[in-house]
């Protein structure tokens, strides 16, 4: 049997398809490179709460309520705050960092009548004070207050006629100043009336009270 040649110089259909596919063969061995990067890795934010002694606190402070235009509500000289402060490093996003079983007071409504500041009692269960952010530069963490006994009221200021609730408490903590600041309250419920109705449930309402913690208490935040 006979077999044709190729000329002289000519390339082989065999050898010419090699050639052609070559390069396809070498584009896909890079495409699993390109699809290779460093492994990614999410920043730990680590809180610490420390302190000097007993961990428990008992302070006082004048607290008052008032409408977000500033109108007063109610006044309460040397409010008590009574509760403790564990030792803690957690890496939960929002732990609760003070804890608070009773507040106390003996106040006066804006027309003068006696009324009174309660909350974190057994009847109302305790309020946990939970970290929400902290500014390195001050020292200072946020803070939000609200019931951890699956009880709605968190405190109250009341007369016999009239009485607000509140379930969620604003505040701050300054380690250089060790002082516990409340700053606003939101209403859950009150008393129909109460104050001409200019109060209504779901209200944010400005709060203060400077709490000093005794002894020393220390919150941080670091991130790694």
């Not at 007369?159 to 903590?173: D, F, R, S, V």
Request: with cysteine.
């Amino acid at each position: 049997m006979l077999f044709a040649s190729s000329p002289s110089g000519a390339t082989s259909p065999r050898r010419f398809l090699a050639r052609r596919a070559l390069p396809v063969v070498v584009a896909a061995a890079t495409v699993p490179l390109a699809l290779a990067a460093p492994a990614a890795y999410a920043a730990t934010s680590t809180w610490h709460v420390t302190t000097t002694a007993d961990t428990a606190f008992k302070t006082t402070a004048d607290v008052a309520l008032r409408t977000a235009a500033g109108t007063t509500l109610f006044t309460c000289a040397g409010a008590g705050q009574y509760g403790w402060v564990p030792a803690l490093t957690s890496t939960a996003a929002t732990p609760v960092v003070v804890k608070t079983n009773n507040v106390v007071g003996t106040c006066a409504d804006s027309q003068g009548t006696r009324s009174s500041f309660f909350g974190g009692t057994p009847a109302f269960g305790t309020i946990g004070y939970t970290a929400t952010g902290y500014n390195a530069t001050t020292g200072t963490t946020a803070l939000t207050a609200a019931n951890t006994d699956g009880i709605p009221i968190t405190v109250a200021f009341s007369t016999p006629g009239c009485q607000i609730n509140l379930n969620k408490l604003a505040a701050t903590y300054t380690n250089s100043s060790h002082t516990l600041k409340l700053t606003s309250g939101t209403v859950s419920s009150v008393t129909a009336g109460c104050f001409g109705g200019t109060v209504k449930a779901g209200d944010t309402l400005t709060l203060t009270g400077d709490f000093k913690l005794d002894p020393a208490v220390t919150i941080t935040r670091t991130t790694t």
